[in-house]
């Protein structure tokens, strides 16, 4: 079973507006990491933040984790239709689970 | 090899054939990962390995799911008498020392038919 929850489940944007997933989780983390995966395509890693660190950035990518409230967010700014795809966080800490993911796309 | 390599890419099982899956890592990555994504769904955590030690196979679904990774290296997937509901893609994942970057191959496809 999944230790991981996402939301949204599911987020329809316009190109050009900005996307927020969020994960939480219910263990102490090592790190949390967020992969994307384009639909029948392999996980491509996006962006790891450490337990002791509270925001990273990465291009068009922003990710901040808040381990009070075991939670972290994914940020996509200015996002286009080649963003389109799912994208999971995966905790790393005593186990290795991924959250159920959400599933983003991006209308031109 | 520059990343996860996992063979075959597709792989078609009669229902109640064995199979073996292949996962060869980053070389120099001490921890390997095995899950299964069904489709549609998040990939499911099966068993975790540092070098050649299983530390965790909480994820194995029955006992007929083995997992091995005799010389730390390469890793190997077995499913036995396979049932529909095996059909899934099964991802290999390894990463380097310290809990760093976990690099995913691409994933064999396994249909049970």
């Known amino acids: 079973s999944q230790q991981g929850e996402e939301d949204p489940q599911a987020l329809s944007i316009q190109e050009g507006e900005n996307a927020t997933m969020n994960c939480s989780y219910k263990t102490s983390i090592n790190n949390l990491q967020w992969y ?24 068009r990518l922003r990710v901040t984790l808040d381990t009070s409230k075991k939670s972290s967010s994914l940020l996509i700014t200015a996002s286009r239709a080649a963003d389109t795809a799912s994208y999971f966080c995966l905790i790393y800490g005593q186990n290795f689970v991924f959250g159920p993911g959400t599933r983003l ?3 031109p | 090899g520059a990343g996860v390599s996992q063979s075959p890419r597709y792989k078609v099982a009669k229902r109640g054939q064995d199979v073996a899956l292949r996962c060869d890592p980053i070389s120099g990555h001490v921890s390997l990962f095995w899950y299964q994504q069904a489709l549609g769904q998040g990939p499911e955590f099966l068993t975790y390995f540092q070098n050649e030690a299983q530390l965790d196979k909480s994820g194995l679904p029955s006992d007929r799911f083995f997992a091995e990774r005799p010389e730390g290296s390469v890793s190997t997937l077995k499913i036995q008498r396979t049932q529909q509901e095996d059909s899934a893609v099964y991802l290999c994942a390894s990463s380097g020392q310290g809990a760093t970057e976990a690099f995913f191959g691409q994933g064999t496809r396994l249909t049970v038919v």
Do not use: A, D, Y
Request: aromatic fraction near 0%; charge should be positive; avoid cysteine.
């Open chain 1, 36 to 59: 994307r995966q384009n639909s029948g395509r392999g996980l491509v890693h996006l962006i790891l933040i450490r337990s002791n660190e509270r925001e990273k950035h990465s291009g």
């Open chain 1, 105 to 107: 796309s991006v209308l």
